[in-house]
């Protein structure tokens, strides 16, 4: 059996007891380690759960997952997921190769910052698409996610904009190179985010957004050092949420009274 199991946002002990049933009498455990990752390393989860776990990067998780799937033919394999393991990153892709291969396999479920955003006082139902931000570069500056960011807005829809996480990347100069070097890890904050999306909005005068447009900023959602500011996106540029994960929302432009009452507490 091939099981994909969501450890929630928090800490070792978010997982959920059917969760932790499964990671305790499972063959092998892998542990996803580039779409997200917890407030607690590899080391205190291995504690937790007195078991060894086998770091799973992109690499990984691209190129050698189908011998792992092949395994969960014979015996009980679980792959562990930050978050919930269909929530943003879907990871369905796996699901459709274990299938393929005729391995049967389990999801569960755990909360995802998806729907833990809510945490600041802005009501799901009122989401439009999610955003992904990508990290520029001097000579590669995307911003089709700008688009639907105002495409929300001009719906009066909030925006859940997910933040760029770099780890274990090649080095553009190693791409060429038998031997593989990597960049430090690295992941964005909202002040990053936010100075982004000020250069968008400077480019794109007529968007209907401006510097004073309002935007919410949360680090480390779930866990006990949890963060919410609500600030314009000019004020956001210079707001320091400490470590990451880190996510910024758009609000819609107009709000019902229990969400500005809510936010209110984070300006
Ligand atoms: C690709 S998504 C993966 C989501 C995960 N599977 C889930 O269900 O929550 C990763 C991004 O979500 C956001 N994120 C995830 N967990 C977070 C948290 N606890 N606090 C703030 N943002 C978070 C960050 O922007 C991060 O870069």
Redo the contacts with the bound molecule.
């Keep these: 059996m091939f099981y994909l199991i969501g450890l929630g946002?928090g800490d070792a002990k978010d997982i959920t007891v059917r969760g932790l049933e499964i990671v305790k009498k499972c063959d092998k455990v892998l542990l996803e380690a580039y779409?997200?990752v917890l407030t607690v390393g590899k080391e205190v989860l291995e504690d937790f759960y007195n078991r060894p776990l086998i770091i799973a990067d992109r690499e990984l998780c691209e190129g050698n997952i189908d011998d792992f799937l092949k395994e969960a033919k014979d015996k009980d394999v679980a792959l562990l997921?930050?978050?919930?393991p269909l929530?943003?990153?879907t990871h369905s892709d796996m699901l459709l190769r274990a299938r393929q291969y005729g391995v049967e396999f389990q999801v569960v479920h755990n909360a995802?910052?998806?729907n833990a955003v809510s945490c600041c006082g802005l009501q799901l139902y009122n989401f439009g698409e999610t955003v992904s931000i990508p990290y520029w570069t001097e000579t590669w500056q995307p911003d089709s996610w700008f688009q639907k960011i105002i495409e929300n807005f001009s719906r009066n829809l909030h925006t859940l904009c997910?933040?760029?996480?770099k780890v274990k990347e090649p080095t553009e100069e190693s791409l060429t190179k038998k031997v593989r070097q990597y960049m430090d890890p690295k992941?964005m904050s909202v002040k990053e985010a936010a100075s982004q999306l000020v250069k968008v909005i400077e480019r794109n005068p007529d968007s209907g957004m401006t510097q004073e447009s309002l935007a919410v900023g949360?680090?480390?959602?779930?866990?006990p050092e949890q963060k919410i500011a609500v600030r314009s996106l000019q004020v956001m540029q210079d707001c320091d949420l400490g470590p990451p994960?880190?996510?910024l929302v758009i609000p819609a432009p107009t709000l019902h009274p229990l969400e500005l009452e809510y936010l209110a507490q984070f300006r």
């Design positions: 946002l779409t997200s997921v930050v978050g919930d929530g943003a990153t995802s910052i998806i997910l933040l760029d996480i992941f949360l680090s480390r959602v779930g866990s994960l880190h996510s």
